[in-house]
């Protein structure tokens, strides 16, 4: 029972912090691609078709709510876990080498892209996806809120990996704070809707990452492109959709083309 009250003392500031970080990211950012900046932004939108309207975006709201509400326990989990010194995750860094800390960081990102791939492609297993992935997918053409719309257990189990790895292996919490942050940038990046990476960004060491031009043609297309951060285990498995480059190099020479912006309020 002590337990569980102890836990439940750190989700409320928990959970305002997931609230504030994420609410204010993803509604900026929604804000300025979706709203502000719409017209000029046009070429660089990759579903040219919008499909997108308040109805979707309610819905994504509601499922953004108990996301967080999900994430934030859990976190609350491995924050007791670690207050009662049962996980390896330290922030003394002098406690360990600091090389420790900078492998850490790659170890991670590593590690979540590897959980997130296969975990990804068991939830569209034909029998499975209905009853979890289902709800992420009913976004077909995505946008920020999409980042935050899950079924409710689906955090829990793309986030779960943290579990071993922190109970076997040093992290130092600072890193995992960074990790957490990448992932939540990413996730952003990869329901914004637009793609805003240059046009070489497939040619040099960066095309080992994914871009939201890789991840919308996941929601667009279905079975194909499941990597969160690195495209290595699509690549790996065959599973990455044949036209993606070629797609991504389309949007490239139509973001060339500078659209069209009706003046407002001009006699
Ligand atoms: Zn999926
Ligand atoms: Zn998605």
Not at 146 to 152: G, H, K, P, R, Y
Not at 160 to 171: D, L, N
Not at 209 to 227: A, E, P, R
Request: net charge positive.
């Amino acid at each position: 029972m002590q337990a569980i009250s102890d836990i439940l003392k750190y989700l409320p500031s928990g959970m305002l912090t997931a609230l504030f970080l994420n609410g204010t990211l993803i509604t900026l950012t929604y804000f300025l691609f979706w709203k502000k900046f719409k017209n000029q932004l046009r070429n660089y939108k990759i579903q040219i078709k919008q499909r997108v309207n308040n109805k979707q975006i309610a819905h994504e709201l509601k499922n953004a709510v108990t996301t967080i509400i999900v994430g934030s326990s859990f976190s609350a989990v491995v924050i007791y876990l670690s207050s009662k010194g049962y996980t390896k995750i330290y922030s003394n860094f002098s406690e360990h080498s600091p090389w420790f800390a900078i492998t850490g960081f790659f170890m991670l990102l590593v590690l979540d892209d590897t959980w997130f791939y296969w975990c990804h492609r068991l939830l569209h297993h034909p029998k499975i996806f209905r009853y979890v992935h289902l709800e992420h997918h009913r976004s077909i053409d995505v946008n920020p809120f999409t980042s935050l719309s899950f079924f409710w257990i689906e955090p829990f189990l793309l986030t779960v990996w943290i579990f071993p790895v922190a109970f076997f292996i040093p992290i130092y919490a600072p890193v995992l704070g960074v990790v957490q942050l990448w992932g939540l940038l990413d996730n952003i990046k990869s329901h914004l809707g637009y793609e805003i990476y240059p046009a070489n960004f497939n040619k040099g060491w960066l095309r080992f990452l994914t871009t939201s031009t890789h991840h919308n043609m996941h929601h667009s297309k279905f079975n194909g492109n499941y990597g969160v951060h690195f495209r290595i285990w699509d690549r790996l498995l065959g599973t990455e959709f044949e036209d993606y480059e070629k797609v991504f190099n389309e949007i490239q020479q139509r973001k060339k083309i500078k659209p069209k912006i009706e003046s407002q309020g001009a006699h």
